[in-house]
């Protein structure tokens, strides 16, 4: 169980286009979900937390007019990044949380923007 | 302020024990987790205890904790290659700023040689 899915693994665009990644959870509905950057060889940097029929919190920096989240359902969230450009090139990683406290992962994505 | 320190190497020969350590500073943090990332993927809950617990054994997997301390630590017995990996250590604070998110350490890589 607690199984979290991540669409696309890879996605390689051109810089100026913007592209959008699903994050599912399969098997439990998620309350909140989460997003999340990785660089290489660092932690993981959390973007923004998104409640179900909600707005999305960002963390301090993170620009949401940037990185447009959307929570339409207690399975999916999506996360757009706009307007990408060579410095948004990073492993993009989506969590959901049930009712309790555990958060579960998807698989990640990587995106590298030309 | 909520902060996770891990060392960030440690090296052991297949069949030996590892044991990854590290430390939390708020005392509010009900959970903590330890998370397994292989390179390229996700996060994969591998444990956690709560923290009114001192310790918790599932299968090679022991967790011990000090919670005068705020230490945590992650033995793994007969240590495989397949255990190569980095594993984070996260807590759960339930005050404060960063109530409901997950701290991270920086992760410690685990090299295990045959």
């Known amino acids: 169980g607690a199984v979290v899915s991540q669409h696309p693994s890879r996605v390689i665009c051109k810089s100026g286009t913007s592209v959008k990644i699903e994050c599912r959870s399969l098997?439990?509905?998620?309350?909140?979900m989460f997003w999340y950057r990785q660089f290489p060889k660092q932690s993981l940097m959390l973007m923004a937390t998104?409640?179900?029929?909600?707005?999305?919190?960002?963390e301090q920096g993170v620009e949401k007019d940037k990185f447009l989240i959307n929570h339409a359902s207690l399975t999916l969230s999506t996360l757009t990044v706009t307007s990408a450009h060579p410095e948004d090139s990073s492993f993009y990683i989506c969590?959901?949380?049930?009712?309790?406290?555990?958060?579960?992962f998807g698989p990640g994505t990587r995106l590298t923007v030309l | 302020g909520e902060d996770v320190e891990q060392s960030l190497f440690l090296s052991v020969r297949e069949g030996d024990s590892s044991v990854i350590n590290c430390t939390y500073t708020?005392?509010?943090?009900?959970?903590l987790y330890w998370y397994k990332q292989e390179p390229g993927a996700g996060l994969q809950l591998l444990t956690y205890i709560f923290s009114n617990m001192d310790m918790k054994q599932d299968q090679r997997l022991t967790v011990l904790l000090n919670k005068k301390d705020k230490h945590l630590s992650l033995r793994i017995a007969d240590t495989q290659t397949g255990d190569s990996a980095i594993y984070f250590c996260?807590?759960?604070?339930?005050?404060?700023?960063?109530?409901?998110?997950?701290?991270f350490g920086q992760g410690t890589t685990l090299q295990v040689k045959p």
């Open positions: 098997d439990f509905q998620a309350t909140t």
């Open positions: 996260a807590e759960f604070p339930t005050e404060g700023s960063n109530t409901g998110k997950l701290i």
């Open positions: 969590s959901a949380r049930g009712d309790g406290a555990t958060q579960y």
């Open positions: 708020d005392s509010s943090s009900t959970y």
């Open positions: 998104s409640n179900e029929g909600s707005k999305a919190t960002y």
